[in-house]
């Protein structure tokens, strides 16, 4: 079955760092990339969408310049926190749509950030 | 609105089923999914069902749909220790030519061996 990859799995670090995080799909084109985040006990919001080669749409609350999207690829999407602050640890999780609409989205096995 | 419910928690006994409920209230969604959550880890697909369909079946599951009430339940046969997750129901409505995804707040299942 389709496989996303999301890399890293866990992230420490100080704060003001900026940290990347990547979303692959390993076996399929995914036109498509959605990242979520996920504070404990909650469910997941929906922060951006990620369309190949082209700017991604970001969820009304969510800051653009705080959180760059790239998805340069049809199989890579790139989640950047910048100057990440203590109130930016969360659960980051990814998902991709392959070219064909009425396919599920497929998830990655998400981002546990930490900002000390 | 795009408000997707369920209940918090569920406890049951090992070898019962486990029935999860799931209110949605667009009516214009085309899918509604399944998602298994362990903790740690991000979120496995377990089944879908089209919403122009009643129920569907797949081993152990079964997922009905009352389109009516905007109500959706998934229910686990021979609930197993494994199966203690939290479980999220999804709405999929078309966005601009993708797929726009509204997650349930999700249900804790415990299941007591």
């Known amino acids: 079955g389709a496989v996303v990859s999301q890399h890293p799995s866990r992230v420490i670090c100080k704060s003001g760092t900026s940290v990347k995080i990547e979303c692959r799909s390993l076996?399929?084109?995914?036109?498509?990339m959605f990242w979520y985040r996920q504070f404990p006990k909650q469910s997941l919001m929906l922060m951006a969408t990620?369309?190949?080669?082209?700017?991604?749409?970001?969820e009304q609350g969510v800051e653009k310049d705080k959180f760059l999207i790239n998805h340069a690829s049809l199989t890579l999407s790139t989640l950047t926190v910048t100057s990440a602050h203590p109130e930016d640890s969360s659960f980051y999780i990814c998902?991709?749509?392959?070219?064909?609409?009425?396919?599920?989205?497929?998830f990655g096995d998400g981002t546990r950030l930490s900002i000390l | 609105g795009e408000d997707v419910e369920q209940s918090l928690f569920l406890s049951v006994r090992e070898g019962d089923s486990s029935v999860i409920n799931c209110t949605y209230t667009?009516?214009?969604?085309?899918?509604l999914y399944w998602y298994k959550q362990e903790p740690g880890a991000g979120l496995q697909l377990l089944t879908y069902?089209?919403?122009?369909?009643d129920m569907k079946q797949d081993q152990r599951l079964t997922v009905l749909l009352n389109k009516k009430d905007k109500h959706l339940s998934l229910r686990i046969a021979d609930t197993q220790t494994g199966d203690s997750a939290i479980y999220f129901c999804?709405?999929?409505?078309?966005?601009?030519?993708?797929?726009?995804?509204?997650f349930g707040t999700g249900t804790k299942l415990q299941v007591i061996p």
């Open positions: 998902s991709a749509e392959g070219q064909h609409s009425n396919q599920p989205q497929h």
């Open positions: 076996d399929f084109q995914a036109t498509t």
């Open positions: 990620s369309n190949e080669g082209s700017k991604a749409t970001y």
């Open positions: 667009d009516s214009s969604s085309t899918y």
């Open positions: 069902i089209f919403s122009n369909m």
């Open positions: 999804a709405e999929i409505l078309p966005s601009g030519g993708y797929q726009k995804v509204t």
